[in-house]
Nanobody, 121 residues
Framework: VQLQASGGGLVQAGGSLRLSCAAS????????MGWFRQAPGKEREFVAS????????SHTDSVKGRFTISRDNAKNTVYLQLNTLKPDDTAVYYC???????????????WGQGTQVTVSS
């Protein structure tokens, strides 16, 4: 499966963005989908994941109540709604697909190219 992330940009603190990740292929609905991010000088970290049906979701503590992962299997797309953004959220955001629901990047087999999110103070 090929993944194409989009929707990043420059936003002021407190603002919102919606990231999208479009997947190719007819097996999108069988994949667990995840979002990760990597800030400058830091390791890539888990942000959120969603099960293949969308019934199970997980968000890392630092984004709970602000970010929401969702998916539309009919459109082969997973989303990440980012609200109340903070400068610490500045990073390249990556979407990923795999078959293991979890927070480890090693559970994901396919990765998108990343989309830059920059939050100014």
């Amino acid at each position: 499966v090929q993944l194409q992330a989009s929707g990043g940009g420059l936003v002021q603190a407190g603002g919102s963005l919606r990231l999208s990740c479009a997947a190719s292929g007819r097996t999108f609905s069988s994949y667990v989908m995840g979002w990760f991010r990597q800030a400058p000088g830091k390791e890539r970290e888990f942000v959120a994941s969603i099960s293949s049906s969308g019934g199970l979701k997980s968000h890392t503590d630092s984004v709970k109540g602000r970010f929401t992962i969702s998916r539309d299997n009919a459109k082969n797309t997973v989303y990440l709604q980012l609200n109340t953004l903070k400068p610490d959220d500045t990073a390249v955001y990556y979407c990923a697909a795999g078959h293991r629901f979890g927070t480890s990047e090693f559970g994901y087999d396919y990765w998108g190219q990343g989309t830059q999110v920059t939050v100014s103070s």
